[in-house]
């Protein structure tokens, strides 16, 4: 068992749970839809303040796969709108030229799952609720677009109570139309 393990990534890269250690651009992982499709929590089992452009590039490429996952399969125009909001505010955001390999393909998907979705329900996808969720900062959007996870697992517990609140509102509406919320310690 543990020989197919260490035969199906680079040497070093194995997830090893708690400790694991973030994916660099080279981890050929990233290219698997699947994985980056877990919760971002996998991939960064320590979560802090992004410490790298390479992780920036890992986290964009996390949200853009949840997203797609969740458009293709549902077709919720909460996640349409969403999706569209992610991918216009993403042109502001510098990804390593590194990154760019793996987070182009799946901007590109995602588009084409926006377009289909808009075609499918024949209007476009209005990004106005999402946007006043997130908030008119810089720095509540760049939470959105690249920041930590909103909650650990002991703080969901107590999400019901903040629903009703603005940042309540927001980490309910991420989880259930666009990506894991939530990293465990």
């Not at 839809?33 to 971002?40: A, N, Y």
């Not at 505010?89 to 377009?115: C, F, M, Q, S, Y």
Request: proline share 6%; glycine share 6%.
């Amino acid at each position: 068992m543990a020989d197919a393990l260490c035969e199906k990534f680079l040497p070093g890269e194995l997830l090893l749970g708690f400790f694991s250690r973030v994916p660099t651009l080279t981890d050929r992982r990233l290219r698997d839809f699947q994985f980056l499709c877990q919760p971002i929590s996998y991939l960064y089992p320590l979560w802090g303040r992004l410490r790298s452009p390479e992780e920036l590039a890992v986290t964009v490429a996390n949200r853009l796969a949840n997203l797609i996952w969740r458009l293709e399969r549902s077709g919720y125009d909460q996640t349409c709108e969403a999706a569209r909001w992610y991918l216009t505010n993403l042109t502001d955001i510098d990804i390593v030229p590194a990154g760019e390999a793996i987070v182009k393909p799946l901007v590109e998907r995602l588009w084409r799952a926006v377009h289909a979705h808009e075609t499918r329900v024949g209007y476009e996808c209005d990004t106005g609720r999402f946007a006043r969720l997130v908030g008119p900062t810089h720095v509540e959007r760049d939470s959105v677009l690249f920041g930590p996870p909103f909650l650990s697992e002991s703080d969901k517990s107590w999400l019901s109570t903040i629903r009703g609140t603005p940042r309540g509102d927001l980490i309910f509406y991420i989880s259930t139309n666009c990506w894991h919320c939530v990293y465990s310690i």
